[in-house]
């Protein structure tokens, strides 16, 4: 058996205002669960999923506030300076600009709405 494909799974404080954002900074598109048992909205963008859940009031505590670093999410991506450009065109708060990292991946970070940040990028050779 092999594991084929991952989710993310973000709570959200308002889950449409959440959407919204993906769906207009950073191109995925939308599909609403909301009236099912558990109400949620999975968003998608070519392979990538992302399932917004209501938080219940909750504030999202990023990773980095959380664990002292780390991303909320990282996707795999083989262009990464035209991604970078197209997000930087819908005003989306680029964190660490497009560059090699000490761990050798070639990756850029970014800002979500609830203060996520994620991470798209490759491993170079």
Known sequence: MNLCMSHCVFPALDINATANFYVTCLGFK???FLNAIEPHICLYRDAIEIILTQSKGQSVIPNRELYGYGYDAYFITDNQQVL???FEKSNVKIIRRLQKTDYHNHEFVVEGIDGRWIGFGIIEE
Do not use: K, P, S, Y
């Open 30 to 32: 939308r599909v609403d």
């Open 84 to 86: 970078q450009d197209e």
